[in-house]
């Protein structure tokens, strides 16, 4: 394939949100609690195949085999820390299941006993521990709140005895909560964690009740909703014969958004959802539509999953929040903590391309699942070693600007190409192009001179732990800690390249700015 690239007379469409590019923290990995189990070295090079034996009694039954118990992470970790900074202003949301069946017990009352009705703890000392995280990285703290069993129940209307707590110190401490959202997957109903029988109708009473006490106390807060997984004809993974292929076989039936919605006396500044493109090995076996393979990571199937979620969420954006910001607060490869090469090169052509497609489509905010938790952190847990979805996204907010324009190139194998303004404010553009073909080159005729920024795996291994950079490994020295207490991590890795692209699987980043 031969590109032809134009610098004049592009299109501009609008601006992005300087954030786009944020993260989440798992609530489990604050409080310490169960995860997803790691997969072993074989299963991520792909020598060995993961399987868990399905049983009768589904995926609950299943979850002794796939989870394990992590203790809290170490947020104060200089090296986290540092690596969180260097990728910029982020929103960081902190929530997932874990959040829903949290008690706060700031006060001590509990003696380390978890009360009736929760799942676990949040000692103060573990919430301030987030709130300096946050300080120290140049955060925005995004959160979800507990609404179990043990807060109320179904006929009971909520009641903000926790809330208050939370926000309350967050205040006090300086790092006030900027946005947050009612609870995390409502739509899934029991199966996130919610009282016994608890329906929509009681979903839309407590979102009100919730909003309205927000709205009193903490005005200034960002309301954000419905935080929607599955459900709204989306299709996790590829459709079934009956043309879903959705989270519904997994939890049994969920809530639409206009079941969380529709009625709603307290608006939102705000429509959110998760997007994932399917389900990791962990829950093929009862859910095998819902996952793919390896082999078809880089199909254009694969690849148009994330434009496919956004353009299905935007008219309901439009209905039920109008004007909004759309925002994905949770997002990777797969639930159920990512497929066995999301750790890998494999996962970056997947990963920007879900930003060029959602940048082009709309202004916003990408969540990724998770900063480093599970198989598709952007950093390995505990260590914190980068991974190379981290470097795609770092070298993405290098480069990228906040200017979107139409690049007047089809998205088609071999060429998916997004263009922005240049990140450091010079005349130019900033260009992704990327090659999913695994079979041709794409050849690329410029105007101009232009920088070039080429990503591929060590040794061409499409499941690669380290990625490269215009041939150079882009990973952490062996001297310990040397690097990244003293450099910049790309000071050494950036050059002026001529543009010819070989054959996959290849990212090349080019400045006049160009990026590809």
């Given at each position: 394939m031969h590109l032809h690239l134009q610098t004049d007379g592009l299109q501009p469409l609008h601006e992005t949100n300087p954030l786009l590019v944020s993260y989440n923290i798992e609530f489990a990995e604050v409080t310490g609690g169960t995860f997803w189990k790691a997969y072993s070295p074989e299963e991520i090079a792909g020598t060995k195949d993961f399987y868990v034996e399905p049983t009768g009694e589904g995926i609950t039954a299943m979850y002794k085999d796939l989870m394990q118990y992590y203790d809290p992470i170490d947020?104060?970790?200089?090296?986290?820390?540092?690596?969180?900074?260097?990728?910029?202003?982020?929103?960081?949301?902190?929530s997932g299941t874990w959040a829903t069946k949290t008690y706060y017990d700031f006060d001590g009352?509990?003696?380390?006993?978890?009360?009736?009705?929760?799942?676990?703890?949040?000692?103060?000392?573990?919430?301030?521990?987030?709130?300096?995280f946050v300080k120290a990285v140049g955060g925005h703290l995004m959160v979800s709140l507990a609404n179990c069993p043990g807060l109320h129940s179904a006929e009971e209307p909520w009641n903000p005895e926790q809330a208050e707590q939370l926000f309350a110190l967050s205040q006090r401490y300086g790092v006030p909560i900027e946005a947050v959202e009612f609870t995390n997957e409502p739509n899934m109903m029991e199966e996130t964690g919610f009282p016994k029988g608890y329906t929509a109708a009681h979903y839309r009473r407590d979102h009100d009740l919730f909003f309205a006490w927000l709205g009193e106390h903490y005005p200034d807060c960002l309301r954000v909703g419905p935080s929607t997984t599955g459900g709204d004809n989306i299709v996790f993974g590829k459709p079934d014969t009956t043309g879903t292929g959705g989270v519904e076989q997994l939890v049994g039936e969920v809530a639409n958004c206009e079941d969380l919605l529709e009625g709603i006396k307290e608006g939102l500044d705000v429509?959110?959802?998760?997007?994932?493109?399917?389900v990791s090995e962990r829950l093929a076996p009862v859910l095998p539509s819902g996952h793919w393979s390896a082999e078809e990571a880089l199909s254009e199937e694969y690849l148009a999953v994330s434009g496919n979620f956004c353009?299905?969420?935007?008219?309901?954006?439009?209905?039920?929040?109008?004007g909004a910001e759309m925002w994905v607060t949770e997002s990777g490869d797969a639930g159920g903590g990512?497929?066995?090469?999301?750790?890998?090169?494999?996962?970056?052509?997947?990963?920007?391309?879900?930003?060029?497609?959602?940048a082009s489509l709309t202004k916003g905010v990408i969540f990724h699942n998770t900063l480093a938790a599970s198989d598709y952190g952007f950093l390995e847990r505990v260590v914190f070693t980068p991974r190379p979805n981290y470097f795609a996204v770092l070298l993405w907010n290098r480069l990228m600007g906040q200017q979107v324009f139409a690049s007047g190139e089809p998205i088609r194998?071999?060429?998916?190409?997004?263009?922005?303004?240049?990140?450091?404010?010079?005349?130019?553009?900033?260009?992704?192009?990327?090659?999913?073909?695994?079979?041709?080159?794409?050849?690329?005729?410029?105007?101009?001179?232009?920088?070039?920024?080429?990503?591929?795996?060590?040794?061409?291994?499409?499941?690669?732990?380290?990625?490269?950079?215009?041939?150079?490994?882009?990973?952490?020295?062996?001297?310990?800690?040397?690097?990244?207490?003293?450099?910049?991590?790309?000071?050494?890795?950036?050059?002026?390249?001529?543009?010819?692209?070989?054959a996959l699987p290849l990212f090349c980043w080019m400045q006049t700015r160009l990026i590809m």
């Open positions: 947020l104060s970790n200089e090296k986290l820390r540092y690596l969180a900074k260097e990728l910029g202003e982020a929103w960081i949301r902190v009352r509990a003696g380390g006993q978890v009360p009736d009705g929760y799942l676990n703890l949040l000692t103060k000392e573990q919430w301030i521990g987030v709130l300096d429509f959110s959802y998760h997007y994932y493109n399917g353009q299905t969420y935007l008219p309901l954006r439009d209905r039920f929040v109008p990512g497929n066995t090469w999301a750790s890998t090169y494999l996962d970056v052509p997947r990963t920007l391309n879900e930003l060029g497609t959602f194998e071999g060429a998916h190409v997004f263009v922005h303004s240049r990140q450091d404010g010079k005349g130019g553009y900033a260009y992704l192009v990327i090659n999913n073909s695994e079979t041709s080159a794409t050849r690329v005729t410029l105007p101009t001179s232009a920088d070039l920024y080429l990503l591929a795996p060590t040794e061409g291994k499409r499941r690669s732990a380290v990625m490269t950079l215009n041939g150079q490994s882009l990973q952490l020295t062996s001297a310990g800690l040397a690097l990244y207490q003293t450099s910049q991590l790309l000071d050494r890795l950036l050059g002026t390249w001529t543009c010819l692209l070989p």
